[in-house]
């Protein structure tokens, strides 16, 4: 893993694994009675996983109290994913712990270097979707 022992320390601690994680940070802004919220589908596809995953996920996530799973009074086939004030909390304080060590790493090699890496990533993303278009034709 690219995180320092801190962070990965503090992930275990926590109980949560960086899927986890990114899970939490997809479905942060779920609200109950919204057209706009991430579903299970939209996780699956983000995560590249499949749908049995996701809710192991959610399940797990759910037992620690970090997110509450609930169906759509409009819609009972559709359930809701929202976190809980706990799992909030613990989304806030990792993101500020990435955030911190992201800053740390510009600090060391550079903004100018960092830009340069970004706008590199960038283009080879772009290259492999441009890659990946032309071999569905």
Known sequence: ????NGITSQLKDLDV??????LMKAVADNELDSEENVNIADIQNHLFVTK????????????????????????????????????QEILGFMQDKVVQFLSEIISKVGEDNTKQLINLVNRFADALEEINDESLQ
């Open 1 to 4: 893993m690219i995180f320092p």
């Open 17 to 22: 694994s960086m899927t986890e994680l990114v």
């Open 52 to 87: 049995a995953a996701v809710s192991q996920m959610y399940a797990a996530l759910e037992k620690k109290g970090y997110l509450n799973r609930e169906i759509d009074k409009n819609n009972r086939r559709k359930l809701i994913v929202t976190l809980t004030p706990k799992g």
